[in-house]
């Protein structure tokens, strides 16, 4: 079944590591969420089954009120057909997630919450510009579980300077006793244009050290498993059958569509991009034109989609749907190319299932990348 990622493009603050599409100023959120609702309705024809996952993502969905979320799905409804057990997914921050917020999200389809927690610790909390505190961290877990959502998954940062291997084991342990059945971690990465890239430039900041976010992910993994999670994507965690279905379809190859600004979707050829333009953005669909850009694939490229994907999840790379889907020679050049991984023991082949081992698991992108096939 196919997936609809829903871009809402506005933030309360900017984090300083942040480099998505977003804006702190919700002057034009209403013609936002009209544009948001016209490009569904435009893109009718791009789905002829059933949509099993919708993802809202940004930004920071939450910041959002019940009305316009409600608006959005109207949308969606009129549009399509929604699977009765579709998973449906709304990224949150702390800080959003008041008593009055839950009634609200309560009334509507939403079924799994996405939290940006990062750390409970208060001072790693304000050195990342977050909007909320730690308090906000605790609280709204167990307010969100109250009200009966019990599908949440929690966003963690590790890797950064203020982070030692203990706050880090903190916050792991705190995230375990709260019960939620999937966490998120992510190694900071330094994006270029970002108040982080910045401040390190100019001196004002420590760089980020590779080996500390190594150590970080050594101790994330271990943490996890010894608490019962199943790491079945790097930087994704999840209780016995508690994946996450977007994300794992997306990883998987199955198609979705892309709404909103910056937002992208797959149709299994091609991608399409929309501008990381607000404006532009809603000028485009206030025209009645869709915004979109089409980036046609060449097999190469959906050969390096797949690579990447594939090996950072726990089903591994298939030998046999690269000889289906790509031929022998993409087949004998990828066995050709795992040789060296494979004597390093980063790699379990069983059959045609390529997996990474543990100790390849810190080396994923590196063996993606060595993986590719270049024109
Ligand atoms: S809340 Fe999320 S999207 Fe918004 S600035 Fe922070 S990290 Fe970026």
């Given at each position: 079944?196919?997936?609809?990622?829903?871009?809402?493009?506005?933030?309360?603050?900017?984090?300083?590591?942040?480099?998505?599409?977003?804006?702190?100023?919700?002057?034009?959120?209403?013609?936002?969420?009209?544009?948001?609702?016209k490009?569904?309705?435009?893109?009718?024809?791009?789905?002829?089954?059933?949509?099993?996952?919708?993802?809202?993502?940004?930004?920071?969905?939450?910041?959002?009120?019940?009305?316009?979320?409600?608006?959005?799905?109207?949308?969606?409804?009129?549009?399509?057909?929604?699977?009765?057990?579709?998973?449906?997914?709304?990224?949150?921050?702390?800080?959003?997630?008041?008593?009055?917020?839950?009634?609200?999200?309560?009334?509507?389809?939403?079924?799994?919450?996405?939290?940006?927690?990062?750390?409970?610790?208060?001072?790693?909390?304000?050195?990342?510009?977050?909007?909320?505190?730690?308090?906000?961290?605790?609280?709204?877990?167990?307010?969100?579980?109250?009200?009966?959502?019990?599908?949440?998954?929690?966003?963690?940062?590790?890797?950064?300077?203020?982070?030692?291997?203990?706050?880090?084991?903190?916050n792991?342990?705190?995230?375990?006793?709260?019960?939620?059945?999937?966490?998120?971690?992510?190694?900071?990465?330094?994006?270029?244009?970002?108040?982080?890239?910045?401040?390190?430039?100019?001196?004002?900041?420590?760089?980020?050290?590779?080996?500390?976010?190594a150590?970080?992910f050594?101790?994330?993994?271990?943490?996890?498993?010894?608490?019962?999670?199943?790491?079945?994507?790097?930087?994704?965690?999840?209780?016995?059958?508690?994946?996450?279905?977007?994300?794992?379809n997306?990883?998987?190859?199955?198609?979705?569509?892309?709404?909103?600004?910056?937002?992208?979707?797959?149709?299994?050829?091609?991608?399409?991009?929309?501008?990381?333009?607000?404006?532009?953005?809603i000028?485009?669909?206030?025209?009645?034109?869709?915004?979109?850009?089409?980036?046609?694939?060449?097999?190469n490229?959906?050969?390096?989609?797949?690579?990447?994907?594939?090996?950072?999840?726990?089903?591994?790379?298939?030998?046999?749907?690269?000889?289906?889907?790509?031929?022998?020679?993409?087949?004998?050049?990828?066995?050709?190319?795992?040789?060296?991984f494979?004597?390093?023991?980063?790699?379990?082949?069983?059959?045609?299932?390529?997996?990474?081992?543990?100790?390849?698991?810190?080396?994923?992108?590196?063996i993606?990348?060595?993986?590719?096939?270049?024109?």
């Amino acid at each position: 079944m196919s997936g609809i990622y829903i871009h809402i493009p506005f933030c309360k603050k900017a984090c300083h590591y942040c480099d998505f599409h977003f804006s702190t100023s919700l002057k034009y959120a209403d013609e936002m969420v009209d544009s948001i609702c016209k490009e569904i309705k435009m893109k009718k024809d791009r789905i002829s089954g059933q949509v099993g996952s919708i993802y809202f993502g940004g930004g920071t969905p939450s910041i959002l009120p019940q009305a316009a979320l409600q608006k959005i799905f109207d949308a969606v409804n009129q549009t399509f057909s929604v699977d009765s057990n579709a998973e449906i997914t709304i990224e949150t921050n702390p800080d959003d997630l008041t008593a009055q917020k839950l009634k609200e999200l309560k009334q509507l389809p939403v079924n799994r919450f996405s939290v940006g927690i990062q750390s409970f610790f208060n001072e790693d909390l304000i050195w990342m510009n977050r909007a909320h505190n730690a308090k906000d961290a605790e609280d709204c877990i167990m307010r969100s579980q109250d009200a009966g959502f019990e599908n949440l998954t929690l966003d963690l940062i590790y890797g950064y300077p203020l982070l030692t291997d203990t706050k880090w084991l903190s916050n792991i342990s705190r995230a375990i006793e709260l019960q939620v059945p999937h966490i998120s971690a992510y190694a900071l990465t330094v994006e270029p244009r970002t108040a982080l890239a910045h401040a390190i430039k100019s001196k004002k900041q420590i760089p980020v050290n590779d080996n500390q976010s190594a150590a970080q992910f050594v101790i994330l993994m271990d943490k996890l498993i010894e608490a019962g999670f199943e790491h079945y994507e790097i930087s994704n965690f999840a209780k016995p059958g508690c994946y996450a279905v977007h994300n794992t379809n997306y990883w998987k190859g199955v198609d979705y569509i892309g709404i909103g600004p910056s937002a992208h979707g797959f149709n299994g050829q091609n991608r399409y991009i929309n501008p990381a333009n607000n404006s532009l953005y809603i000028e485009k669909l206030e025209n009645n034109k869709l915004p979109e850009l089409v980036e046609e694939l060449s097999l190469n490229d959906r050969f390096n989609e797949y690579i990447m994907t594939s090996i950072r999840t726990m089903w591994g790379t298939d030998l046999q749907k690269i000889t289906t889907d790509f031929g022998k020679d993409f087949l004998e050049e990828t066995r050709h190319n795992l040789r060296s991984f494979d004597d390093k023991g980063w790699l379990n082949i069983v059959g045609d299932q390529i997996r990474l081992t543990q100790s390849g698991k810190l080396f994923a992108d590196h063996i993606a990348a060595e993986l590719f096939v270049i024109e």
